[in-house]
C-alpha cells in the first residue's frame, strides 16, 4: 500500500476547497459536495471559515485511488495566513498548485510556485473554472510559462470552454522539447522524429518526480470535468511516500489544536520507523508518553496502536509538543520558507474581558502558529501580537471570540522594527567595585555584524576561568537582553564578546555550610549581565530599521501617471519600471507599514485592473523624522536604579 501525502495550494479563491469536496465526491468518500458558500465543506471546520468562504487553517483529510492511500491537505490561500501553509510544505510528497481560468496567475501563486519549485516538491497545475464565462485555457499556459517562468507540459485540451459543457479531453504529452531539454536521450530521438508515446510518458513520469516540469490538466471543481484525470495524474505522476518503517524514529509536528477538553492534539508527520502508544518520545527540549494514535487513512482518521513511516497521524499526550517540533531524530531544516511577521498590533481587551482569560486564549493561538509572536508587558497590563496582515487580525478577534467568548478590539497596526548596532562599544563591571551588587565581574563589547547573520557571542576570556554554569548564564541573557535595545526593538546583528569574568568560589563560615552572601551564582551573573550589555550598547549606539517590502504593481499603462504620485505619498521607491504590450509593471520598495494602504489604492487607481504582488525584503535604516519607540517589558536596564530597584529590592550606593 502507498501513501502520498499531498498538499492543494492556491491563490484566495482559485477553487482549492471545492476542488477538494469533488475530489472526495469522488472518490466516494462523501455523498454529497459541500458548498464554501452555505459553509458546509468537509475541511473548513472553523465557524469563521464557514462565515467568511476561506481557508484559515490546514485541514487533512485522506481517501483512497486504486492502491494508493491519499492524505490531501488543503491549505489557506489567503497571504496573511501563509505561516499555514509554511508548515505544511515541509510534510508533502507532492503538490496540486489550482490556478483560476478566469482571472489566471495572481500574486500569490508566483510566491508559491517559486517555494515548490526551491523546495523541489513535485507539482501538477490544475486551471480550474473552464466552465465559467471568460475563462481561457491558452492565454493561461502563457501566463504560466512567462509570469511564473516554470516548464509546463498540458496533459490535453479544453472543448465548450466557459460554457457548463466545458470538459477536459486528455490526449498524447505534446510540447516534447519541454521534456527534451533535460533528457538527451529524448532530444536525440526529439530531433530524430523517433520519439515514442512510451518514451515521452517514461520521460515526463521522471521529470515530474525530480520537480523539473509540472504536468497542466484543466478542469471545473464545480461540474467535475478534468477531475478524473487530475486523480489519475496523481496516482501516476507524484511518487509515493517514502521511509522506513523499521529505521529510527524521525517525525514532524505541522499543527496543534486543542481537543474539547482542552487537550493538546499535535497532527505528525512520520518520516521514518515506527511510533506506538504508550511510547516516550522525544521532541524539542523535552520528552513525553503518547497516549493515543489516530491514523488518517480511507477518507477519515482511525484510532491505530502504532504509525509508521509515510503517515500522517493525530498524537495525544505530549503536553508541551509546538509546532516545528521534531519527532525522535531531527531532519535537515529547511529555515522559514516564507518571512516572519513584520507588523505588531496591541490586543484591547472589551468591558466583560478577562485579562488572564485573554492573556491564556492568546497563549494558545501562539502554540498553534509560532510565527504570531506574543509580547506581553506587566507593566502596562498589555499584550501585543505579531501578524502578517489585517485579513489575519480579524480572524484572532472572531476566534477569540467564538472559542473563548472574549470581545476584543485593536490598537493601530504598527511595524515591527529592529536595531542595530552603530559603532562598538564596551562596558565592564568588578565585584565589590562601582557600586556592583552583584557577587560577578563582567565585560562585554557590542560591535556590528554582516547584515542578516543575527547574534553571536564569543569569549575574550579563558574558558577554565570560572564555572562552565556562570558562561552559559551570561549568554542566555545576553541574548534575552537584546530583545529589547535602546530603542525597544529587538537588536540584531551584532557580536557580542565577554571581556572580563570573575567570581568569588563557594564559601563558607566555620562548621556552617554554603553562604550564599559569599558566594558567587547564577543570579549574580544573570542579574549584572544586562546593565554591562546595556552600557555597552548605549556607548556603541543603536540604529532603528524599518520592514521594507517589495512591491509588484501590474496595471494598464495608461494609468501609470496616477499610480506614481500614490506610491510616492506612500514611500513606495519604483526601482524598475517596463511595458509589456497594454500593461505596465512597477517593481521597487516600499515601508511594511504602507503596504495595506497600497493594496487598498491599487483597483481605484487601475480601474479594477491592477495587480500588486508583496513581500518582506529587508530593513533599511529609519531616517525620517524621530526613530519609533517601543515600551519597555523588562526590568529597564536603561534605567540602573529602577533596574536594581526591581531585581534585587534595594538600590546600590
Given at each position: ?113 517559486r517555494t515548490l519549485r526551491r523546495l523541489r516538491i513535485p507539482t501538477l497545475v490544475l486551471v480550474n473554472k473552464i466552465d465559467r ?126 481537543g474539547p477538553a482542552g487537550e493538546k492534539i499535535a497532527y505528525a508527520r512520520v518520516f521514518s520507523g515506527t511510533l506506538r502508544t ?376
Amino acid at each position: 500500500m502507498h501513501v502520498l501525502n499531498l498538499g492543494i495550494l492556491a491563490h484566495v479563491d482559485a477553487g482549492k476547497t471545492s476542488l477538494t469536496e469533488r475530489l472526495l465526491h469522488s472518490v466516494g468518500v462523501i455523498d454529497e459536495i459541500g458548498s464554501v458558500d452555505a459553509g458546509s465543506t468537509q475541511t473548513d471546520t472553523l465557524a469563521l471559515e464557514r462565515r467568511r468562504g476561506i481557508t484559515i487553517k490546514s485541514a487533512v483529510v485522506s481517501f483512497q485511488v486504486d492502491d494508493v492511500t491519499v492524505n490531501l491537505i488543503d491549505t489557506p490561500g489567503h497571504p496573511d495566513f501563509i505561516a499555514e501553509v509554511e508548515r505544511v510544505l515541509g510534510v508533502l510528497d507532492g503538490a496540486v498548485l489550482v490556478v483560476s481560468a478566469v482571472e489566471g496567475v495572481q500574486a500569490q501563486t508566483r510566491i508559491l510556485m517559486r517555494t515548490l519549485r526551491r523546495l523541489r516538491i513535485p507539482t501538477l497545475v490544475l486551471v480550474n473554472k473552464i466552465d465559467r464565462r471568460g475563462a481561457r485555457d491558452e492565454g493561461v499556459l502563457r501566463e504560466l510559462t512567462e509570469r511564473l517562468s516554470v516548464p509546463v507540459v498540458p496533459m490535453g485540451t479544453v472543448t465548450g470552454l466557459g460554457t457548463a459543457a466545458a470538459a477536459f479531453r486528455p490526449g498524447r504529452v505534446r510540447d516534447l522539447d519541454v521534456l527534451a531539454e533535460h533528457d538527451d536521450d529524448l532530444l536525440s530521438a526529439y530531433v530524430d522524429g523517433t520519439v515514442t508515446p512510451r518514451h515521452a510518458r517514461a520521460a515526463l513520469l521522471a521529470q515530474t518526480g525530480r520537480a523539473l516540469v509540472h504536468p497542466v490538466y484543466f478542469g471545473s471543481a464545480t461540474t467535475g470535468a478534468g477531475v478524473p484525470e487530475l486523480i489519475a495524474g496523481l496516482r501516476e505522476l507524484l511518487p509515493a511516500a517514502g521511509g522506513d518503517p523499521d529505521g529510527p524514529l524521525s517525525g514532524t509536528v505541522f499543527k496543534v489544536e486543542r481537543g474539547p477538553a482542552g487537550e493538546k492534539i499535535a497532527y505528525a508527520r512520520v518520516f521514518s520507523g515506527t511510533l506506538r502508544t504508550r511510547d516516550r518520545v522525544p521532541y524539542g527540549d523535552g520528552a513525553g508518553k503518547v497516549t493515543a494514535i489516530s491514523v488518517f487513512d480511507r477518507g477519515a482518521d482511525a484510532r491505530q496502536e502504532a504509525v509508521s513511516a509515510g503517515r500522517i497521524a493525530r498524537l495525544w499526550g505530549l503536553a508541551d509538543i509546538r509546532v516545528g517540533d521534531s519527532l525522535g531524530a531531527p531532519r535537515e531544516e529547511h529555515g522559514h520558507f516564507f518571512a516572519p511577521p513584520t507588523l505588531e498590533t496591541v490586543v484591547e481587551p472589551g468591558p466583560d474581558a478577562d485579562r488572564r482569560s485573554l492573556h491564556l486564549a492568546l497563549t494558545r493561538l501562539a502554540e498553534q502558529d509560532p510565527l504570531i509572536g506574543l509580547r506581553h508587558d506587566e507593566l502596562r497590563q498589555e499584550t501585543s501580537v505579531s501578524l502578517y496582515g489585517e485579513v489575519q487580525k480579524e480572524v484572532v478577534q472572531a476566534t477569540l471570540a467564538d472559542d473563548h467568548g472574549l470581545r476584543v478590539t485593536f490598537r493601530e497596526t504598527t511595524p515591527l522594527c529592529v536595531e542595530r548596532p552603530a559603532g562598538t562599544g564596551a562596558a565592564v563591571e568588578f565585584i565589590k567595585k562601582d557600586a556592583n551588587p552583584f557577587l560577578a565581574t563582567v565585560g562585554l563589547r557590542v560591535e556590528p555584524a554582516p547584515p542578516d547573520s543575527g547574534v553571536r557571542f564569543g569569549l575574550d576570556v579563558e574558558l577554565g576561568a570560572m564555572p562552565y554554569a556562570f558562561f552559559k548564564a551570561v549568554e542566555d541573557t545576553v541574548r534575552e537582553t537584546l530583545g529589547q535595545g535602546l530603542h525597544g526593538w529587538q537588536v540584531t546583528d551584532c557580536a557580542v564578546t565577554m571581556t572580563h569574568s570573575g567570581y568569588w568560589p563557594r564559601q563558607s563560615h566555620a562548621h556552617q555550610g554554603f553562604d550564599k552572601s559569599m558566594s558567587s551564582t547564577g543570579h549574580d551573573f544573570r542579574g549584572l549581565t544586562p546593565l554591562v550589555l546595556t552600557e555597552a550598547l548605549r556607548r556603541a549606539g543603536t540604529q532603528v530599521y524599518e520592514p521594507m517590502h517589495r512591491f509588484r504593481v501590474e496595471a494598464p499603462a495608461d494609468t501609470l501617471g496616477a499610480l506614481l504620485p500614490v506610491l510616492a505619498a506612500l514611500r513606495a521607491v519604483p526601482r524598475t519600471t517596463a511595458t509589456r504590450g497594454a500593461l505596465c509593471v512597477l517593481e521597487g520598495v516600499v515601508p511594511a507599514a504602507r503596504v495595506h494602504g497600497l493594496e487598498q489604492r491599487i483597483p481605484g487607481l487601475t480601474r479594477g485592473e491592477g495587480e500588486c504582488e508583496s513581500g518582506f525584503d529587508h530593513y533599511a535604516p529609519v531616517t525620517h523624522g524621530t526613530p519609533p519607540e517601543r515600551p519597555r517589558t523588562d526590568h529597564n536596564p536603561l534605567n540602573r536604579k529602577e533596574y536594581l530597584l526591581n531585581v534585587t529590592g534595594r538600590v546600590a550606593n
